[in-house]
């Protein structure tokens, strides 16, 4: 299976200790579970914890352009083994959060990042690493395709274009998420963000999903069929979920998604259901600025 150019790769495995790592996530899961910052960009259960972050507020989870090094949260102090694999492995200095996602019976609707940050978005790299994993959990990126992250993978994402992930079982799917900001820096290499050189090994190879081919006449069937559901503009989540699933499984690009979501729309002839899902398109995967956010379902946004 081959893929189109992308700055999206596998560049690593770090080797847990596992007994140690299970005390760590443990005291995440004891957690109290507060209103996420981007509440907007998730369908089922997805629950974030900072680590580092600009403040050092374990409650502050936005990510924001600012030019010192990432401070360590009262959650980076209590898992102590997590903090010394961060401080060890990459540079702190040029980190600008650190963050364990967890996603469980849900997805993390597609969409691109840094939209509402500065304009030079090369100097942003953001890393995944799996802490704990399922056989039902997929990451989607607009030009890589489909493909699952392995516990200790260490996974370069290209932000910058639709990408999405999801976790179809009931099993936790805890992720590590590193954002790195080199915006003082021209054209810098990824591989910047390792302090050890010797974990940056690209020969590990990925889990990639094959799919099938979609056949026109069966993706105008399945529209049609999404169509005579859409009845409320928050039912828009539910039709972006279910095409979110069919790309999981067919071949098309993360774009498509909302492509086929307004397609729906336009099928049912309804105005406002129409203007909704062009909004969600612009939101998700056009443009935004800092601190918008977007009302994907009732009670979600407060006044």
């Not at 903090?83 to 040029?94: A, K, L, M, P, Y």
Request: with cysteine; net charge negative; proline share 4%.
């Amino acid at each position: 299976m081959t893929t189109k150019a992308t700055k999206t790769r596998l560049v690593g495995r770090i080797k847990f200790d596992n007994e140690v790592l299970r005390k760590d996530l443990e005291v995440l899961a004891g957690l109290p579970i507060i209103k996420e910052q981007y509440d907007e960009f998730s369908s089922g259960t997805w629950i974030n914890h900072s680590l580092w972050n600009r403040s050092g507020e374990w409650k502050d989870t936005q990510y924001t352009d600012f030019d010192h090094p990432a401070v360590k949260t009262q959650i980076g102090e209590a898992t102590a083994y997590l903090s010394q694999i961060i401080e060890d492995t990459f540079d702190v200095q040029h980190m600008r959060m650190a963050r364990v996602r967890n996603l469980v019976e849900g997805q993390v609707i597609p969409h691109i990042d840094f939209l509402e940050l500065s304009e030079k978005k090369d100097g942003y790299v953001r890393i995944l690493i799996p802490l704990e994993t399922c056989l039902d959990s997929y990451h989607t990126e607009e030009n890589f395709g489909v493909f699952r992250m392995r516990k200790g993978d260490i996974w370069i994402l290209e932000s910058t274009v639709p990408h999405g992930a999801h976790n179809l079982g009931s099993d936790n799917r805890c992720i590590l998420s590193l954002d790195f900001q080199y915006t003082d820096e021209e054209n810098p290499h990824y591989s910047r963000i390792f302090k050890n050189k010797a974990i940056h090994d690209e020969t590990v190879r990925p889990a990639l999903v094959a799919r099938t081919p979609l056949e026109p006449e069966d993706l105008e069937d399945y529209l049609n069929m999404l169509a005579i559901q859409f009845k409320d503009v928050y039912e828009a989540e539910q039709v972006l979920v279910k095409l979110s699933e069919m790309q999981l499984r067919y071949e098309s690009p993360v774009s498509d998604i909302y492509k086929n979501l307004v397609a729906v729309a336009k099928i049912t002839k309804k105005d406002e259901l129409i203007a909704h899902c062009e909004k969600m398109q612009k939101f998700y995967i056009g443009s935004r600025v800092l601190n918008e956010r977007f009302p994907l379902r009732k009670g979600l946004i407060e006044a």
